[in-house]
């Protein structure tokens, strides 16, 4: 079975630093099958942050976290994470991984792409 536990969500202030993990059973990194990360807020649609294929290397990004986010694997621990840097108040939000499985992901930042997800993990910047 798949099953995504997200976790490493909190309070930070502007600027600050922080390291999500998104840990799975049933997920092999090894795989081409895509990995991403998600994030909403009240009244918004849930958005695409980042993904990842972890057999191929391949990650795409928002624009408008390039360069502050970073979507990395450690294949050992079936684990893919997101490391963010120079948060902003605008990051607030609560953040899901997701997992596509064996279907195809043509466009990575449309959760319908997705068939797992995660129950998410409240990162607050304030």
């Known amino acids: 079975d798949v099953q995504l536990v997200e976790s490493g969500g909190g309070l930070v202030q502007p600027g600050g630093s922080l390291r999500l993990s998104c840990a799975g059973t049933?997920?092999?990194?090894?795989?081409?099958?895509?990995v991403g990360w998600f994030r909403q807020v009240p009244g918004k649609e849930r958005e695409g942050v980042a993904s990842?294929?972890?057999?191929?290397?391949?990650?795409a990004y928002a624009s408008s976290v390039k360069g502050r986010f970073t979507i990395s694997q450690d294949t050992a621990k079936n684990t893919v994470y997101l490391q963010m840097r120079s948060l902003k108040p605008e990051d607030t939000a609560m953040y899901y991984c997701?997992?596509?499985?064996?279907?195809?992901?043509?466009?990575?930042?449309?959760?319908?792409?997705?068939?797992?997800w995660g129950q998410g993990t409240q990162v607050t910047v304030s």
């Open positions: 997701a997992y596509a499985g064996d279907r195809v992901v043509r466009l990575w930042n449309r959760p319908s792409e997705y068939r797992y």
């Open positions: 049933g997920i092999h990194l090894s795989s081409a099958f895509c």
């Open positions: 990842i294929r972890p057999g191929a290397t391949t990650t």
